[in-house]
């Protein structure tokens, strides 16, 4: 089956740095990822669409110029949480889409958990 | 109205019953239906799509499809402990660029 990673899993920084997490499509190419964030006991919400090689589609209310988005290859996209503060811990989640079984089907990474002191 | 849209529960089914999960769905152009299983503190992780009316099974898992209902369900037989978690609803919405649409899920307990 596709298998989606990533890197950290775990991530505890200080007020005012920045952050970077990595999702990976280990055994199929994506054109498009997404960036989720869920906090404890919610929903899933979408935070943005990255598409391989253009600018991100990002949900209204996210911040564009605090949730950097790069999807620089077909199996590599990164959101760096830029200058982040304690109401942005919250567990992130991406997930690649995947059209090789005849349906496009979005397969979840495993998550990242960041906690800002 | 919200584009997908399940009961939250929690759905509480004695073990080795059958759990019924439902979902509805507002646009009728789409084409393509997903459940998915998250477990407290970890991703979703698939269990099954359906893109046709009817039956389609998997193992214990059964999902179900009525496009002129606009209704997906899942069926899970022979409940186990370990199918404890919520269960997400997914749509491939076509109208917002192929873009699967979540509901907010249902949390099912399985009682021993």
């Known amino acids: 089956g596709a298998v989606v990673s990533q890197h950290p899993s775990w991530v505890i920084c200080k007020s005012g740095t920045s952050v970077k997490i990595e999702c990976r499509s280990l055994?199929?190419?994506?054109?498009?990822m997404f960036w989720y964030r869920q906090f404890p006991k919610q929903s899933l919400m979408l935070m943005a669409t990255s598409n391989e090689g253009s600018k991100a589609t990002y949900e209204q209310g996210v911040e564009k110029d605090k949730f950097l988005i790069n999807h620089a290859s077909l199996t590599l996209s990164t959101l760096t949480v830029t200058s982040a503060h304690p109401e942005d811990s919250s567990f992130y989640i991406c997930s690649a889409r995947d059209g090789g079984q005849g349906v496009e089907t979005q397969y979840f990474g495993p998550g990242t958990r960041l906690l800002v002191l | 109205q919200k584009e997908v849209e399940q009961n939250s529960g929690p759905l509480s089914v004695p073990e080795g019953a059958i759990a019924s999960l439902n979902c509805t769905y507002s646009?009728?152009?789409?084409?393509?239906f997903f459940w998915y299983r998250q477990y407290s503190g970890k991703s979703p992780e698939l269990i099954m799509f359906i893109y046709s009316n009817g039956d389609k099974e998997d193992g214990r898992f059964t999902a179900q499809l009525n496009k002129a209902s606009q209704y997906v369900s899942l069926l899970i037989r022979d409940s186990q402990p370990s199918d404890s978690a919520t269960y997400l609803c997914a749509v491939n919405i076509y109208s917002s660029a192929s873009k699967i649409i979540f509901g907010s899920g249902t949390r099912l307990s399985i009682r021993p």
């Open positions: 646009d009728r152009g789409s084409q393509s």
């Open positions: 055994d199929f190419q994506a054109t498009t």
